[in-house]
Structures are given as C-alpha cells and as structure tokens.
C-alpha cells in the first residue's frame, strides 16, 4: 500500500514538474503580442486618443493636456502605469511598455507608425 501510495505522488510529481516546464517554456517562447495583448491594445487606444488631438490641433498633446483627456473620457491614467507616453516634437510622438524582462521596451514611433523593441 505504502508503494502504490509513493508510486502515484511521485507520478503527480512529475506531472506538475513536466506541467510547469511546458507552460514556462510557453511563456518563453509564444508569441510575444498574444502574450501582451492587453499592452498592445491600450496603446493602441492612446494613440488613437494622441492621433485625434492632433488632427484637431495639428500638435501633438503635452503629458497634461493628454492625462486630463483620458481623465475626461475616463480611461487609464498615464500617471498609475504605462503605456508611457512622450512628446517628441509638435508632430512627433512615442508611446511605450515594458516589454519581455526588465529593461526592454516596446516602442511605437509615430513618425513611422511602427512598434519597436528596444533594450
């Protein structure tokens, strides 16, 4: 009995073992933009926001003009979290998000219009 009841822990064990090794190497390996796709799609939405003011204004948003717009439409706050946001110049823009692990970045340039990693 004490056997059997040794065989099957070990078993689990090894179960969850080989369990977590797949979903780690998942994680390590899955696309990246499915992994981030909450990221993406909030950044998506504050370009579309910065795209909108400054078709209005031929400007692109200071940090407060932009922070007191999301304040209105009552969306995210750039002050809790990213995606971060930085004026460039009056028609120039870039909006990022930590990306992968601690120091990398994705970046959409919107001279461009393109997402970038950077490290």
């Not at 933009?33 to 400054?54: A, G, N």
């Not at 969306?75 to 979290?81: I, V, Y």
């Amino acid at each position: 009995m004490k056997q059997k009841v040794i065989r099957y822990f070990s078993v689990g064990a090894l179960g969850t073992v080989a369990l977590a090794s797949l979903w780690i190497g998942f994680l390590r390996w899955a696309p990246a933009p499915w992994l981030y796709s909450k990221q993406f799609r909030i950044s998506e939405e504050l370009i579309e926001t910065i795209d909108t003011f400054q078709a209005v204004y031929n400007r692109t948003p200071s940090e407060q003009e932009l922070l007191e717009i999301l304040s209105q439409q009552g969306k995210f706050s750039l002050s809790e979290r990213c995606p971060c946001y930085r004026p460039l110049t009056k028609s120039t823009y870039q909006v990022w998000f930590g990306y992968q692990s601690v120091g990398t970045s994705m970046v959409y340039h919107s001279d461009s219009q393109t997402w970038q990693k950077q490290e």
